[in-house]
């Protein structure tokens, strides 16, 4: 259901505008005069007193004064009290959103004069969504299959709308193509012999919808094009540092064979700058410039240049990897804020960008909630084992409020990335517990109780204002920058 506003903006509207982030009471504290004999009603369409959302859908609650259109209350003056939160969860400007089939009861109060109260129902539907288009990636349309072994095609394959109720499909080749591959009605492909395919796709729900794919079988999948990292060429590292190149650079296509895969290095100049080893591992010897060619199997080439420093106590972060414990329903790991927000923020250099993650329990934002027993963690992927003895920290730079920055933290290491022991746990950072409303921009260096040596490094958000004594304000906690020192 599409917020219902037109028509208001020719209103002559009388908005209570509240100029606090807080929810807490004292913020609201306004002219109770004001409120004397008011009203409050649903501005939304309802179905008696109903107000129905659909499942996929998200909208937001408008009040009025039902005996004077002209006042429309701002939503954060009153408080949205759902008596069945596994249904819907309503955030403090009164934006909706479904969690599941059902109906509830919701109370609206004031928060001025809990006599301006008014109650609905809200229902939470579904209708059936049936597949409208079948949509083939540009990466599909270049696989190829190898004579003699099998490719999933499914997986490239995707249906329109995403939330369709039935998203089955079925694969078949046309008489032709029968002659150079095999598919089951799932959509994996055995290759024959070398030559082209037609594949039909149908709709299980909507045989009416349906899509062709022309792929070919060849003798043999090889390498078509080396990929460098986005920072490897001219990348700056310190000596003592160790990179493996084989998940620094990759490979296309993707199916190519492990075989056919592998990736011969040979330093170019600068032989005494760096070193790589039989297991393709760069290690920077000496401060310099080095070039290193990079062939495939059957003559594709590509190169890089970089550059090696005097040892840097910081541990060089261009080719880490950083996930978070969470997907939100937007199927991302973060909060999107304007342009920033992403875990590899964090690795930046800039304290003005950052990640960005919902505090656990905290009404949903666009979409975005975590339970609230959830602990927030990020998991950084150094690519290979790395001694370190502290770490550090920046808040967010451009904002000034305690409750969006992280209290307290534990740190855990691994070397597969699935069984974890614990570095060091209640760890305070600074600026956080009694600290005032100040911006700051700093590096905070933080000594571990020992050195350590893990490839992953598991940091948990442990403590924040909400569970620390500090104000409930803000739905996120933010992290600037992360990094490990030798």
Not at 128 to 155: C, F, N, Q, W
Not at 253 to 259: D, G, K, L, Y
Not at 338 to 354: I, S
Not at 361 to 383: R, T, Y
Request: hydrophobic share 40%; aromatic share 10%; charged share 20%.
């Amino acid at each position: 259901m599409k917020k219902n506003i037109i028509g208001l903006i020719s209103l002559l509207c009388f908005v209570l505008v509240f100029m606090f982030s807080s929810c807490e009471e004292e913020y609201y504290k306004i002219n109770n005069d004001f409120y004397k004999d008011r009203k409050v009603a649903v501005l939304n369409p309802m179905e008696g007193n109903t107000l129905r959302i659909e499942q996929y859908n998200t909208d937001q609650i408008m009040l009025e004064d039902p005996s004077d259109s002209t006042i429309v209350y701002d939503n954060r003056g009153f408080r949205f009290n759902v008596e069945d939160e596994s249904i819907v969860s309503i955030a403090e400007d009164g934006t909706v959103t479904p969690i599941s089939i059902g109906i509830t009861k919701v109370d609206v109060t004031s928060r001025a004069d809990a006599n301006v109260s008014t109650s609905f129902s809200l229902e939470i539907y579904k209708d059936y969504h049936a597949v409208e288009r079948i949509m083939i990636t540009s990466a599909a349309r270049k696989l190829l299959i190898e004579k003699g072994y099998e490719l999933d095609i499914a997986p490239s394959i995707f249906v329109f709308p995403g939330h369709a109720d039935n998203k089955q499909l079925h694969f078949s080749l046309d008489e032709a193509s029968k002659v150079y591959a095999s598919i089951t009605d799932e959509g994996v492909i055995t290759g024959i012999m070398a030559g082209p395919i037609n594949i039909h796709i149908v709709s299980d729900d909507n045989p009416s919808v349906t899509a062709d794919l022309q792929l070919n079988v060849v003798d043999e999948i090889v390498v078509t094009e080396i990929v460098l990292h986005k920072s490897l060429n001219n990348a700056t590292v310190y000596v003592g540092e160790k990179f493996p190149l084989d998940l620094i650079i990759s490979t296309l296509p993707t199916n190519v064979r492990e075989e056919n895969r592998k990736l011969t290095y040979t330093i170019t100049s600068g032989a005494g700058v760096i070193s790589i080893d039989s297991d393709n591992i760069l290690t920077a010897e000496s401060a310099g410039t080095a070039e290193v060619k990079i062939e495939s199997k059957y003559g594709v080439i590509n190169q890089f240049t970089i550059n090696v420093e005097a040892a840097n106590k910081d541990h060089t972060r261009l080719f880490w990897g950083v996930t978070t414990n969470i997907e939100y329903s937007s199927g991302l790991g973060y909060v999107v804020d304007g342009t920033t927000g992403k875990p590899e923020d964090m690795f930046d250099g800039k304290t003005n960008t950052f990640l960005s993650l919902m505090k656990p329990g905290k009404p949903a934002m666009n979409g975005n909630s975590a339970p609230s027993d959830h602990i927030n963690a990020f998991i950084v992927d150094m690519l290979l084992p790395a001694k370190f003895k502290s770490f550090y920290w920046s808040h967010r730079s451009a904002n000034l409020y305690t409750y969006l920055r992280v209290w307290a933290v534990t740190v855990e290491g691994s070397n597969d990335g699935e069984n974890w022991t614990t570095i060091q746990s209640g760890i305070q950072l600074p600026d956080t517990y009694g600290a005032a409303n100040v911006a700051v921009d700093k590096r905070y260096d933080i000594a571990l109780n020992s050195e350590y040596e893990y490839r992953y490094v598991k940091v948990k958000l442990t403590n924040w204002a909400d569970n620390s004594g500090g104000t409930a304000s803000g739905s996120t906690m933010q992290m600037s920058e992360f990094g490990l020192t030798k």
